[in-house]
């Protein structure tokens, strides 16, 4: 299954994947400064996460503890297919050719895309 994460929930699942489990009180002081979210706003996110199958949560004490279900590998996968997909059409070869056209790629950035290639081809024989 495929879950797609809007840009507010990204941060959210961003602060779970590196601290997670947390609790809702510690999820608003960890993403206060960053976003001006509210409790409610962090408890509405969450709620929507958890429909999605994104994260789950156990009771601690009077607290509920939320955790990620969606490993950040999957999530990114998942991304990065519709963002090619949206903007490309589904061709890396177009959305590479403007990144080459638009002199976005530095030498480092070239030489490791070589070794991605080189890597893949060597898996594909």
Do not use: C, N
Not at 63 to 89: I, N
């Amino acid at each position: 299954m495929k879950i797609h994460l809007s840009d507010g929930e990204w941060k959210l699942m961003d602060r779970l994947w590196e601290d997670g489990p947390a609790t809702i009180t510690q999820l608003t002081h960890a993403l206060e400064g960053d976003t001006g979210w509210s409790k409610h706003t962090i408890i509405t996110m969450l709620s929507r996460l958890e429909a999605k199958g994104a994260v789950t949560h156990h009771e601690e004490g009077r607290a509920k503890e939320y955790a990620p279900l969606l490993p950040r590998q999957q999530a990114e996968e998942t991304a990065t297919r519709h963002f090619l997909d949206k903007v490309y059409g589904g061709s890396l070869g177009l959305m590479m050719s403007t990144l080459v056209d638009s002199r976005a790629l530095t030498q480092e950035d070239i030489d490791q895309l070589s070794a991605i290639l080189e890597q893949a081809k060597e898996e594909s024989s």
